[in-house]
């Protein structure tokens, strides 16, 4: 990574400037913070306002990068969420079809001007709606992306709850999209507002903000969006020159995961791959289902704070959550005092094997497709806590489950899991942090 300043860690960095779209290596840093420090950043929307911004060359725009004093290939960094506040009054998503000929193998990443074929061109916004876009050179209406179905959802003040309203509404938000955006002084996208979609009326929505990116700097340069086992694969092979081979995708560190539970009072755990490790993030959600199944929620701006830790010799390959207790599935939640007594009462009476104590883990895994995430994130949690992979299957099955974080290919495996064998990995001590010490 290159960098600002590195000669002094900082007890906290602040962080409002933003990547062109790729994260990797070669990626400016904003500073160094010490292990224990905190990061505070104010984070622009991901998704559609990146997508229809071909300038953005990765379909995202994350936060420059933060190096944590201490950190090495082979650790982790433990990160606790402690705020996610969203900005934004308002914001528009829903989902996508692709325009022919505004892109190179890949909308989000390889994006190409119809008429004058220059890529990743800067633009120029004329009126509202989905062809206000346009090349800065020739004109030619730019946007890679339009939608099926679409919808504007407007936050109340408490942001707490969202309304999708109708289009008159939505082209009113259009008419000053950057400001009800909340849209960061420096960020360089176009905001979604500007389409004014609107078909979709009068839905009401609890709001619960998480972060879609956050994560720690892959060891290639990767458009940030695909910094994922699924994304990802769309590079490999791809005809553009962000195009890596499987092999080099190894390289990610998975901080486009898109799962809700990556909220405030969640710590979330995240492999080091280069010097530094480098905390970044993005694409703030003001709420989601499970799988994002319309492929994009409703991004915001917004701020956050954040406290890393460094984890020597950790070795993880892709992230690790303990989510708060209320997020866990019910089968994995940690076993209370009172089931304790009873499940010792019947084992008694059922043998005498001994019980052992357990707390639950989060284990993500990414792929191609879902099936290919659920064998990542098996071999992951085999691999950390040193089981063999039918044994993580029954344990998910009987103590735990598979969570989908998004479509087609991220997921969770969570479960309770022994703590000797949490206290080997080197994780014990967050999981007692979490959820107390094992009944």
Not at 69 to 89: K, N, Q, Y
């Amino acid at each position: 990574m290159t960098t600002t300043d590195t000669t002094t860690a900082q007890e906290t960095v602040y962080v409002d400037r933003f990547c062109n779209g790729i994260i990797g290596p070669g990626t400016e840093i904003a500073g160094t913070v010490r292990s224990g420090g905190h990061i505070v950043a104010n984070t622009a929307p991901g998704c559609w306002g990146p997508m229809i911004t071909p300038e953005i060359q990765g379909g995202h725009e994350v936060t420059l990068p933060v190096a944590v004093e201490g950190a090495e290939p082979g650790d982790g960094i433990a990160i606790r969420i402690r705020a996610i506040d969203v900005t934004s009054g308002a914001t528009a998503s829903g989902n996508d079809t692709v325009v022919a000929g505004r892109f190179n193998g890949d909308p989000y990443c390889a994006k190409v001007c119809p008429e004058c074929g220059r890529e990743d061109e800067p633009t120029v916004v004329e009126g509202i709606g989905p062809d206000c876009v346009r090349c800065a050179d020739c004109g030619a209406s730019a946007a890679p992306f339009t939608f099926t179905n679409g919808y504007t959802i407007a936050f109340d003040d408490t942001r707490s709850l969202g309304v999708t309203v109708d289009r008159a509404q939505a082209e009113y938000y259009a008419r000053d999209a950057a400001r009800h955006a909340a849209l960061p002084g420096n960020s360089i996208q176009n905001p979604i507002l500007l389409f004014a979609p609107g078909d979709l009326v009068g839905v009401i929505s609890r709001m619960r903000p998480f972060m879609g990116q956050l994560g720690t700097v892959p060891a290639i340069d990767l458009p940030d969006s695909h910094n994922a086992g699924d994304f990802g694969n769309f590079l490999v092979g791809a005809p553009h020159a962000h195009a890596v081979t499987a092999e080099q995708l190894e390289a990610r560190t998975d901080g486009h995961m898109d799962i809700d539970v990556v909220r405030p009072g969640a710590i979330l755990v995240c492999p080091v791959k280069i010097p530094g490790g480098g905390v970044y993030m993005g694409d703030m959600h003001a709420l989601q289902g499970d799988g994002e199944i319309a492929g994009h929620t409703a991004d915001v701006s917004g701020t956050v704070t954040l406290q890393v830790e460094v984890r020597k010799g950790l070795g993880i390959d892709g992230p690790v959550i303990f989510p708060l207790a209320d997020d866990l599935p019910f089968l994995a939640r940690p076993i209370t005092a009172d089931e304790r007594v009873r499940a010792e009462a019947l084992a008694a009476g059922s043998g005498g094997a001994p019980l052992e104590r357990s707390l639950p883990i989060s284990v993500v895994g990414t792929g191609p497709d879902l099936n290919s995430a659920i064998a990542n994130g098996l071999g992951r949690a085999a691999t950390l806590l040193g089981m063999e992979v039918p044994e993580v299957m029954n344990r998910a099955t009987i103590s735990g489950g598979i969570e989908i974080g998004r479509a087609p290919g991220v997921i969770q495996v969570t479960f309770r899991a022994p703590v000797g064998n949490l206290e080997r990995a080197g994780l014990a001590d967050l999981a007692i942090e979490q959820y107390g010490p094992a009944a």
